[in-house]
T-cell receptor, first 113, second 113 residues
């Protein structure tokens, strides 16, 4: 399985500001995914990041709010823009490895005041 | 609409008391069904992938099975260290060209000595 790291592991931010979350994987992967896990809830896919093309967003998520970069096969960033308290969540990146299996990073716990 | 329902929401077991967790799904073609374990404050840890009805996989005290409508995660003689939230996810066969996961809400398992 791939080893995935995320930075920062947690942050407390003021409303109206933006935070960029980094996801690094130890091997080259084609597909990377960004999920949100709101308090006490399960995971919801935000977008899929394929290297060399624009990210594909799920219904309810837009690029202006969650811009994503995928500059190479081992790295991606997710920005949470113009934050409000409703954006307080755990943000997780995952990568697709063998046979469509997805492995997750440790997550970034975001609190917006 | 693709959907995943897990039951029960929470389960309390005594150490050594075997039980099963249920994952019912509705999907327009199943590419795979995934089980993850999630400890508090951490990202989901991959456990199993099942691809076709009748398939079974085992790992230590855990055994996952799959039918055309549901999957079970059987826990045999659980120990306190098995306490976690267990997440089920399906990967639809037709999902716009990439392998998205749709998660259930999870089952919170607590195993007491």
């Amino acid at each position: 399985s791939a080893v995935i790291s995320q930075k920062p592991s947690r942050d407390i931010c003021q409303r109206g500001t933006s935070l960029t979350i980094q996801c690094q994987v130890d091997s080259q992967v084609t597909m990377m995914f960004w999920y949100r896990q709101q308090p006490g809830q399960s995971l919801t896919l935000i977008a899929t990041a394929n290297q060399g093309s624009e990210a594909t967003y799920e219904s309810g998520f837009v690029i202006d709010k969650f811009p994503i970069s995928r500059p190479n096969l081992t790295f991606s960033t997710l920005t949470v823009s113009n934050m409000s308290p409703e954006d307080s969540s755990i943000y997780l990146c995952s990568v697709e490895a063998r046979r469509n299996e997805q492995f997750f990073g440790p997550g970034t716990r975001l609190t917006v005041l | 609409e693709d959907q995943v329902t897990q039951s029960p929401e929470a389960l309390r077991l005594q150490e050594g008391e075997s039980s099963s967790l249920n994952c019912s799904y509705t999907v327009s073609g199943l590419r795979g069904l995934f089980w993850y374990r999630q400890d508090p404050g951490k990202g989901p840890e991959f456990l199993f992938t099942l691809y076709s009805a009748g398939e079974e996989k085992e790992k230590e005290r855990l055994k996952a099975t799959l039918t055309k409508k549901e999957s079970f995660l059987h826990i045999t003689a659980p120990k306190p260290e098995d306490s976690a939230t267990y997440l089920c996810a399906v990967q639809p066969l037709f999902s716009g060209g990439y392998n998205k996961l749709i998660f259930g809400a999870g089952t919170r398992l607590a195993v007491h000595p």
